[in-house]
């Protein structure tokens, strides 16, 4: 990436949170880090190795349980940047299938539709009754409530949630807390929760030991990543406030359509790659949207996340994996999320 490209990234994002994290690095290893990452968490601190050294047959084995992570799948969507959105999830099911071990079950963090039809959600399930992990969980994305205001969504995949879709679960000791946070959004098309929900999200977890790991999901992602373009959570301070007592804490997003992390005390933040199109890096671009890459590239920066959790170590393997070949990536010696 030019130098010029990287300052204006580094002048952009300096007002962003002091937590310690080298952006600039992060931003200049979004290239290879599209082609696939095994995160593992070990008392906040990050450990990084390639996909294609992380993940054979035996991965997932000695976890308590594993799932994935698909986001942005725009069905509907038919531009130059992707064409066939429905041959690209179809193709992340396929790549879920091939796994040594099926996931105990889908999280998908929204935007599963374009324009919010009918026809565009019956594509969708259609799509995913072919996933062999069966228990599936939604969120929806924006894109979800185009047309109106989240009724359809909510008729098919909202049954039993509060409000304009939130909810929580417990899967083996672990407290999955599903937040909408695109239901109101603010001016940039920043997210926002809503003082309904974020006092029920408080009532959620009091009586819930420090010690129960949890984990988030939501569309937009919960940190701030970009405001210019809405890339964040006009009041996730708010709610992060209530999950700072726990010890193990992961916050899963989608809707910027590329691998970013941070972590921040306890915290774990991570945005999936789309099974649909990428977006620009924060800054590179005029503004976010899709962004064409030749067609031979596609697949190498689109992509699913699988988290296996480890409940006995307190850790969280996110391992980041492009639907196409990885095995053209420079980084087959990791790399430290400071740099590249």
């Given amino acids: 990436m030019p130098d010029k490209k990287q300052d204006l990234i580094d002048q952009q994002l300096q007002d962003l949170n002091n937590d310690g994290v080298d952006r600039r690095g992060f931003l200049k290893c979004m290239a290879w880090a599209g082609t696939g990452l095994v995160w593992t968490m070990s008392g906040g601190i990050p450990v990084s190795r390639a996909f294609a050294k992380g993940y054979g047959k035996d991965a997932g084995k000695g976890g308590d349980f594993s799932f994935v992570q698909i986001s942005d799948s725009h069905i509907g969507f038919n531009k130059p940047a992707n064409p066939d959105v429905t041959a690209t999830l179809q193709t992340a099911i396929n790549k879920i299938n091939a796994m040594p071990h099926t996931p105990d079950f889908i999280l998908h963090t929204g935007d599963l539709s374009q324009l919010s039809k009918p026809s565009e959600f019956d594509t969708l399930d259609q799509a995913l009754k072919g996933a062999a992990a069966k228990q599936i969980y939604f969120v929806p994305g924006e894109h979800d409530m185009l047309s109106d205001n989240g009724e359809q969504y909510l008729q098919r995949y909202g049954k039993g949630t509060k409000g304009s879709g939130w909810y929580s679960f417990d899967h083996k000791g672990v407290h999955f807390v599903g937040l909408v946070n695109v239901a109101n959004l603010k001016a940039g098309g920043m997210g926002s929760l809503g003082h ?50 726990f010890g193990s804490v992961t916050v899963l997003n989608g809707h910027i359509h590329q691998i970013m992390q941070k972590i921040e005390g306890k915290v774990s933040f991570h945005t999936a790659m789309s099974t649909a199109f990428p977006q620009p890096a924060p800054g590179t671009a005029p503004s976010a949207g899709p962004m064409k890459v030749p067609a031979d590239q596609l697949q190498k920066v689109l992509g699913i996340t699988d988290v296996n959790y480890l409940v006995s170590g307190r850790s969280l393997a996110v391992v980041d994996s492009p639907l196409g070949d990885s095995s053209s990536s420079g980084a087959g010696n990791g790399a430290d999320p400071g740099g590249s």
């Fill in 196 to 245: 309904e929900q974020l006092e029920w999200f408080e009532a959620d977890l009091k009586g819930r030991p420090a010690s129960t790991p949890i984990v988030l999901f939501a569309h937009i992602p919960l940190w701030t990543i970009y405001p210019d373009w809405g890339w964040g959570t006009d009041d996730s301070e708010q709610a992060l406030s209530y999950v700072k007592r």
